[in-house]
């Protein structure tokens, strides 16, 4: 370790950095600048207390976004409401997102104390203490798994590594069993990509760039105990990465920026679908407003909302009437919501399932601690580029995550997705007052025995073995935790084919909640894929 990196922020650098890469996942695209937060993504105004609104969609990720961006396209005036903050104004620094080595009041949602993936490193715990405001990461702690979430107008873009992963087609079966691949392949996972801005890294420049010394070291690894190695689509600006590595453009992946938010770079969704939506004129988003209640009024839905500051605190209410209502809170966010409303009698008819199939995409962690001569460098992107592929066999995706701590740490660090087949279950608890997640820990064995499938070969060919300094002393795996929750109101179960609520006109669900429970791949092009094909059938059938 070098005198120039304190013992403190090296620590928690560590623990923060190996989080932000996992929580990431063609046409043309639009030309997007490589700055914060596009003005053009600035909501000009808030939805006024009493309003009446055509559309109301809840949240602002990725199938928020696609449902905004859709019905204004449309000609029918949307209003989003969203939980987090709107994350357009400088920090004490000068910068609208902190860095993964130094979290401070933006990096969590309401916590005192950070909640890394990464507990220990070199045997010593990395979490430290936070002022408590709404943030940027929500670390939402269920028994048995942590799940990790975006906070903030464009929701888990904000915070995930960027891997705009297809899955390949013929897992797609098993994946959304009732919707055509035709038509996701031909139709919308080629708009879906030209729309989030998806591009390859150059592989000429990759090849040789000091940052990607760590994912160079992975490949090796993985091909010398005979597994395949993938460069995958990113969306991020490239050009500006290699800008940021010859040192002619601001820093940004390469200053352990991703999972509190990207300064420069990183194409999340308000410098996309988030934009252009604003940009039709009809689309009004407001932060920090939170949805309590949605209930039948005369010909729509009474929706309270709760108006937060930044600390969290409840500082008015208002109340909508919306003739339609999309809800795209997120996996947990509309599976909590949704249960609770259904079982405390606002949303009766909303059926049994609602809750249900709820996954986390077989996630798990580990680290390899390599040997002295595979340094994986010191300079590192947080925006990891490949994976290992060993699904058909082994039931397993690896992606080659980074650790950037700004030193050499010799050490290879992976975040699987495995099928595991496992789901957990939303319920409402009236004793606690609240919705509250059905899984266990030991639910994760399945993924670490796929996982092995890779890493225990790597190791006996390599001659390396496992780091038990990361998630605990002694602890090899990072089985308590995911950061692509996926499923509770599934497709064809709880929902229509489409999407819309049985029993409810004018209800619709259109997010990661629809897909039960994994991907095989990172999820968010999916999730958006199949919020483009829903909304092209809501708004031609419904409207």
């Known amino acids: ?202 592989p000429d420049w990759w090849e040789q760039a000091e940052c990607y010394r760590y994912a160079r070291v992975g490949r090796r690894h993985a091909e010398r105990s005979g597994f395949p190695f993938e460069l995958v689509p990113g969306v991020y600006d490239w050009a500006h990465l290699e800008r940021e590595e010859a040192g002619t453009a601001p820093r940004s992946a390469l200053a352990a920026e991703v999972i509190y938010g990207n300064n420069h770079g990183k194409l999340s969704l308000p410098k996309t679908y988030l934009a252009r939506a604003l940009a039709t004129g009809r689309v009004t988003i407001s932060a920090l407003h939170e949805v309590t209640s949605v209930r039948p009024v005369g010909g729509g839905y009474e929706v309270l909302l709760d108006v937060l500051d930044g600390d969290g605190r409840v500082s008015s209410t208002k109340r909508v009437e919306a003739e339609r209502v999309f809800f795209a809170a997120g996996s947990v966010g509309t599976s909590k919501l949704l249960t609770r409303l259904r079982d405390t009698g606002l949303l009766p008819a909303l059926g049994p399932e609602v809750g249900n199939g709820w996954g986390e995409n077989g996630n798990v962690m580990v680290g390899r601690a390599n040997k002295a001569s595979d340094p994986t460098g010191a300079l590192q992107s947080c925006i990891p580029t490949g994976g290992i592929d060993n699904w058909a066999a082994g039931g397993a995706f690896a992606e080659v995550a980074p650790l950037p701590t700004g030193v050499e740490t010799f050490t290879s660090f992976y975040l699987a997705i495995t099928a595991n087949p496992r789901r957990g279950r939303f319920a409402w608890n009236p004793e606690s007052g609240r919705v509250e997640l059905d899984w266990r820990r030991e639910w994760k064995q399945p993924s670490v025995d796929m996982a092995r499938t890779i890493f225990d070969r790597i190791n006996s060919v390599e001659g390396t073995v496992y780091r038990a300094d990361l998630f605990g002393v002694g602890k090899v795996w990072g089985d308590g935790l995911t950061y692509h929750p996926l499923g509770g109101v599934v497709l064809g179960r709880a929902t229509d084919g489409h999407g819309r609520l049985p029993g409810y006109r004018g209800l619709y669900v259109v997010d990661g909640s629809l897909i039960p429970g994994n991907t095989s791949v990172n999820p968010f092009v999916t999730i958006t894929a199949l919020a483009e094909r829903n909304l092209a059938a809501i708004v031609a059938r419904d409207l």
């Open 1 to 202: 370790m070098t005198r120039s990196v304190s013992r403190r922020s090296f620590l928690a650098g560590a623990g923060s950095a190996a989080l932000g890469t996992a929580l990431g996942a063609t046409a043309p695209a639009a030309a997007h600048s490589p700055t914060a937060q596009s003005p053009a993504a600035q909501s000009p105004a808030e939805v006024p207390d009493g309003a009446r609104v055509p559309a109301l969609v809840v949240g602002s990720g990725y199938g928020g976004a696609v449902a905004a961006l859709r019905l204004a396209r449309a000609g029918v005036p949307v209003h989003v409401v969203e939980k987090g903050r709107s994350w357009d104004e400088p920090g004490w620094d000068g910068k609208v997102f902190a860095n993964m080595l130094n979290p401070d009041e933006r990096s969590y949602w309401l916590r005192t104390w950070t909640k890394q993936p990464l507990s220990n490193f070199l045997g010593l715990p990395v979490d430290r203490a936070v002022p408590r405001r709404t943030g940027i990461l929500d670390a939402e702690e269920f028994a048995g798994i942590t799940v990790y979430q975006g906070r903030g107008v464009g929701g888990g873009s904000l915070v995930n590594g960027g891997m705009a992963v297809t899955p390949k087609r013929e897992r797609f079966a098993a994946i959304l069993p009732n919707v055509d691949p035709e038509e996701m392949y031909s139709t919308y996972y080629p708009l879906a990509n030209a729309e989030l801005g998806t591009g390859l890294v150059d």
